[in-house]
């Protein structure tokens, strides 16, 4: 099951829209928090059409319903959009909202602004066909002319380390068969996949999540590597650079280009923040 079919059938938050359902036009993107090296509140950007649901156990989910404040008061990116006209048919809104949301909150807790050029490369995963981008772009950047909100990046990151001590995943609906395990260590992990040689070895899925939301497929018994730390590494060693099974295209694409600068615009254009994170 996927987050966005979670999302609107299960959990009845019918912010979040499906149009594409295959990562390409951001209408779906949702923020998820994890904890980053140094124990802090990490938010990224994802396409809820294509990921499947348990790889967020022990994240922090974050979707448009969220974002407002105190008695509905809407966050600086969802004001700037209505005061300068950055939503015309409104489907594509809450996905800009949610990656303007995402960016808006890494900008504040690094106490930076960022510029047109990056919050464009923030929204390049957000497709909107009726009111063009100039006036969502300029909105973007109204937001940061605003009053900043409270939100409490140390009690979601307190969460999300409360979260840690529980045992790792295996799913099996109903008292079934297992059909997802999560192992948290290479060990576990190898184990697993020694036991359980059908099982297929899941990372980002951004090719699996097609299958269910294209094919309908079944996608059958999966160990998810997203949560083994030693295979989310990028290491930058003498003469090469390692790069773990699971480490994100995002972290694997900054190493790639702090060795060499001449690949930051090929960066740039594979994929989008949601598909890469
Ligand atoms: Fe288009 Fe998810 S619905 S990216
Ligand atoms: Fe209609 Fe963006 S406002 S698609």
């Known amino acids: 099951r996927t987050v966005l079919e979670w999302l609107r059938e299960d959990a009845r938050c019918t912010g979040t829209k499906e ?6 036009c951001g209408a779906c993107t949702v923020a998820v928090g994890e904890l980053d090296a ?26 448009v319903e969220d974002v407002a404040g105190e008695g509905g008061a809407l966050h600086p990116v969802q004001q700037a959009l209505v005061d300068g006209h950055g939503s015309q048919c409104g489907f594509c809104t809450p ?25 464009a490369d923030d929204l390049s995963g957000n497709l909107c066909r009726c009111t063009g981008y100039r006036a969502i772009l300029d909105a973007a950047q109204r937001a940061f ?3 900043a909100p409270p939100f409490d990046r140390a009690a979601v990151a307190a969460a999300l380390r409360g979260l840690r001590v529980s045992p790792s995943l295996h799913y099996a609906p109903g008292g079934g068969a297992p059909v997802f395990h999560a192992p948290r260590t290479l060990g576990e ?28 497929r079944d996608p ?3 160990i998810h590597i997203g949560e083994v730390a030693e295979l989310g590494r990028v290491e930058l060693q003498p003469g090469c650079i390692v790069i773990g099974a699971a480490a994100s295209l ?14 930051r615009d090929l960066w740039l254009r594979f994929a989008a923040p949601p598909l890469r994170a």
């Open 19 to 24: 149009g594409c359902a295959e990562g390409d």
């Open 38 to 63: 140094q124990g802090g509140l990490s938010l990224q950007p994802v396409n809820a059409c294509i990921r499947l649901l348990p790889t967020l156990d022990g994240k922090a989910l974050f979707t």
């Open 95 to 119: 996905g800009f909202v949610m990656s303007l949301w995402a960016g808006y909150e890494r900008h504040r807790a690094a106490g930076t602004v960022p510029t047109r050029q990056q919050l």
């Open 145 to 147: 002319e605003r009053p």
């Open 189 to 216: 992990f190898a184990a697993l996949r020694e036991a359980r040689p059908q099982a297929r070895v899941l990372a980002g899925g951004t090719d699996l999540g097609l299958w269910v939301t294209k094919q309908l």
């Open 220 to 222: 059958g018994e999966l």
């Open 250 to 263: 995002e972290s694997a694409w900054q190493a790639l280009v702090q060795e060499w600068p001449a690949l």
